[in-house]
């Protein structure tokens, strides 16, 4: 999606020009980018009456915002112990190798974001895979594989 001024003003007309609207408002501007776009936090800050520097430590603070774009599809491997021990670290080379990117990159084409979880809390289906709200498990790295060419096939 293309960045617009007025989706951005559209987003703070609805919850209010002030201070303790900026979550919800960045909540918003980043569900809606897929990241928090400069241009959209110099915006908010404008319009909140508040220092650029006092918006950007709060979109750097959690872990919820971008302050990059992030692809339409959002993958995360669980390093956490029972994942790691069952082939974790596998199935993270298959991905970077099957997408051509690093563990924290996002595809040029926006199509994927790779990540890394702790833990979700799945430790009996490991190694686990997150596509989005959704868990894969018991995942091998031909298992991995397959689900990417699904995902671009569901894509195109």
């Known amino acids: 999606m293309e960045f ?4 951005v003003d559209s987003i703070i007309d609805h919850w209010g020009p002030k201070p303790a609207s900026l979550l919800q408002i960045l909540l918003d501007v980043n569900h809606q980018y897929r990241y928090l776009p400069q241009e959209a936090i110099q ?3 404008q319009r909140l009456s508040m220092p650029v520097s006092q918006v950007y430590s ?3 603070f959690f872990k919820v915002f971008s302050l990059k774009p ?4 959002i993958m995360h491997v669980c390093t956490g112990t029972a994942c790691h021990v069952k082939g974790g670290p596998r199935i993270i080379e298959r991905l970077e190798q ?3 990117m690093k563990t ?3 595809s040029e084409d926006l199509f994927v ?5 702790n833990c979700v809390g799945a430790c009996a ?6 596509v989005g709200e959704v868990t894969y498990s018991e995942m091998t790295p031909s298992k991995t594989s397959l689900l990417v060419k699904e995902l671009r096939e569901k894509e195109s």
């Open 113 to 117: 974001t790779l990540e890394t979880v």
């Open 70 to 73: 992030r692809g339409r599809v």
């Open 58 to 60: 709060v979109a750097s």
């Open 104 to 106: 924290g990159e996002t």
């Open 98 to 100: 099957d997408l051509n």
């Open 4 to 7: 617009n001024l007025q989706d």
């Open 125 to 130: 289906a490991a190694p686990v895979v997150m």
């Open 43 to 45: 915006r908010v800050a």
